[in-house]
């Protein structure tokens, strides 16, 4: 048999529940639950034969996505999801044997992808109460540490690393000549960012995602910003062709109407706020977010409350096996009255569970 490497044969698949989920309210993967703007819908209809059949053009794209940011295109790096961005980062600065620091718990593929490249990864805790561990972070970096990983707002905690404490990191991190990525997938919702950093800042790189706030999801687009230097690396070591036309089609449509997306996080962030207060009534512990979900404790209940929500169509991700978050839910906010759907659902759940006790 051919010889697989090390440490592709060591690795922990990453194996989310990605079937079977259309027509239900997907609260699982903080997902847009809407679906993006309807100029998005047209500019895809709207595609020529000559759109599928070239080699796709990115230029455009890049040039409006920095033009979204306040930088420029050689800031700009357009990627397969944010995936393949954190992977050819990977690939590009980090040395087999070296180190990866992650405060856990925290998105999975980060973990994956360090681990594909053959990284010792030190993973830091979270304090219990969620909070972010500046301290423990900022001692654990060293000149061996070749890449550190700040998801903010974090996921699954929701957490919300505050600017000052980015900029301690990313200070410490250069005096060791050490790369920090921060992960802003969710920046339209928590709207803390150090974007307007990376020309000032030579070992910092920014992740944004289309999949959350603009609802592209199923298209994987993403991008990462940097200075040029780092940009240039990227560029290089990158296929040339992995993000397809309809994607960027999609991308250039959803900037022309940012304003769609604004208004579905306005009513995010309403319906996050109701449903946080509904749970505060119904006395379920819940943690600080800062992000289009948050983390719901219900102790040894969670995994057969999360399995009878997916029994009525609505999905949620039962986190217990994570670090800190033993009986724990992540639970996705989508419109107010999709919440007050799941809410009325695992009200009764809730009173079927406790009934289900009492007869043992």
């Known amino acids: 048999m051919v010889k697989i490497r090390k440490a592709v044969k060591e690795i922990k698949p990453y194996d989310p529940p990605t079937e079977n989920r259309k027509g239900k309210l997907r609260l699982d993967f903080n997902e847009n639950t809407l679906g993006p703007s309807p100029k998005v819908i047209k500019a895809i209809r709207n595609a020529t034969a000559e759109d599928f059949s070239i080699y796709p053009e990115y230029n455009k794209a890049r040039e409006k996505i920095a033009e979204s940011v306040g930088l420029k295109k050689e800031n700009i790096i357009v990627t397969n999801a944010g995936d393949e961005g954190i992977r050819n980062l990977m690939d590009c600065f980090v040395e087999e044997g070296k180190e990866v620091i992650l405060a856990v718990p925290t998105f999975a593929m980060f973990r994956f992808y360090a681990e594909l490249r053959g990284a010792k990864i030190t993973k830091i805790l979270f304090n219990k ?8 972070i900022l001692n654990a970096i060293k000149p061996e540490t070749n890449m550190i990983i700040l998801c903010n707002p974090n996921n699954p905690t929701g957490t919300k690393i505050e600017r000052k404490t980015i900029i ?4 410490k991190a250069e ?4 790369l920090v990525l921060v992960d802003e997938a969710y920046y339209d919702v928590c709207k803390e960012t150090v974007i307007d950093l990376v020309n000032k800042y030579s070992n910092l790189v920014v992740l944004r995602s289309f999949s959350k706030g603009a609802g592209l999801a199923g298209l994987r687009i993403a991008f990462l910003t940097s200075c040029k230097e780092i940009i240039s690396v990227l560029l290089k070591s990158s296929s040339p062709y992995s993000v397809s036309s309809l994607s960027v089609i999609a991308v250039l449509a959803a900037l022309k109407d940012k304003e769609y997306t604004e208004k579905y996080i ?6 996050r706020e109701f449903t946080l207060k509904e749970f505060n009534k119904i006395q379920i512990k819940t943690f600080p977010t800062s992000a289009n979900f948050f983390i719901a404790r219900f102790g040894e209940n969670a995994s057969i409350i999360a399995k009878k929500l997916k029994e009525k169509n609505i999905l949620v991700r039962d986190r217990s096996r994570y ?9 996705g906010v989508g419109t107010q009255n999709q919440m007050k759907l799941f809410l009325a659902e695992l009200k009764k759940i809730l009173e079927e569970v406790e009934y289900e006790k009492s007869q043992n």
Do not use: M, Y
């Open 129 to 136: 109460d969620l909070s972010f561990p500046e301290k423990e």
């Open 168 to 171: 301690k990191i990313i200070e």
């Open 175 to 178: 005096e060791n000549n050490c």
């Open 266 to 271: 306005e009513e995010v962030l309403k319906a």
């Open 323 to 331: 670090s800190l978050l033993e009986g724990c839910i992540r639970i």
